[in-house]
């Protein structure tokens, strides 16, 4: 039977989603408590790899097993099973061509910034608390120049080690390659919104930027918003960003935001 489920986590103190030799993973923890209840060793597929300290509200894997439990035991049993950091939000079976990233349409990632003064412990984990002068008007005018269908190399990590960790990933039964997300020809990606908003919460202001695509590439998110952020400060111009997308190089655009501020926020299907 092909699994679906739906997850939440705090990434905080894990080494990202991928199974890493010991090292403390999601998609290790996921597959090791599948194993105590049903007694099946299988390597969960997600829907895309986060990064280590990246958080999900909606994560999504699936895999096969041949245990006939029903989804609403399986649910309880792998709760009660897992850390406390990571919580099952749904279970179900799934159709047989069902897989968690390669039959994605579309994914929601939000990133908050937070503008207080002072950053309460209880959040600290959860946001990128960042106090500087920004003009956000400007950084209003930029998130929207992302809209469409680009080549966003600018915005991709550069990573040396790309052959090493694809032949890792390979030997993992990991199917992914680049990255949080690999659908799509080379670094081209649709965006279909990008958004900026403020958000009033009891600890303070919260500067959220949500983005929808088809799909991300490694750090592309983090990237983007570190260079929003140059926007508001003043070091490029809303205006820029075409051209930033133009150049094609990543040392044209600004420096990755911190890990802690992003959420996987849903996956469409």
Not at 2 to 15: Q, V
Not at 149 to 156: K, L, P, V
Not at 206 to 225: D, T
Request: some cysteine.
């Amino acid at each position: 039977m092909n699994w679906k489920l739906t997850l939440a986590y705090d990434g905080t103190d894990f080494h990202g989603w991928q199974v890493q030799p010991d090292r403390p993973t999601v998609q290790g923890a996921l597959a090791d408590a599948i194993e105590r209840v049903t007694g099946e060793r299988v390597l969960p597929q997600g829907s895309g790899r986060t990064d280590a300290g990246v958080h999900a509200l909606g994560q999504v894997a699936s895999f096969r097993l041949n245990a006939p439990i029903p989804p609403a035991n399986l649910h309880r049993a792998l709760n009660r099973t897992l850390p406390p950091a990571i919580r099952v939000m749904g279970a179900e079976h799934a159709a047989e061509d069902f897989h968690a990233r390669h039959s994605v349409s579309a994914k929601t990632y939000e990133y908050r910034i937070f503008r207080g003064e002072i950053c309460s412990p209880w959040l600290a984990r959860y946001v990128y608390a960042l106090n500087w002068p920004l003009h956000v008007e400007r950084m209003l005018a930029a998130v929207p120049l992302v809209v469409g269908e680009h080549d966003f190399t600018s915005f991709a990590a550069t990573d040396p080690d790309l052959t090493t960790r694809q032949a890792e990933a390979a030997d993992s039964g990991d199917d992914s390659d680049d990255g949080p997300e690999t659908d799509g020809p080379g670094n081209v990606r649709r965006i279909f919104a990008s958004e900026l908003s403020l958000r009033e919460t009891d600890e303070g202001e919260l500067l959220v930027y949500r983005v929808r695509g088809s799909g991300f590439l490694h750090h592309m998110v983090r990237n983007l918003v570190g260079t929003f952020l140059d926007v508001g400060r003043g070091h490029f111009a809303a205006e820029d960003i075409p051209v930033i997308l133009e150049k094609r190089s990543r040392a044209e655009a600004g420096a990755t935001a911190p890990a802690r501020g992003l959420f996987l926020d849903s996956v469409e299907y």
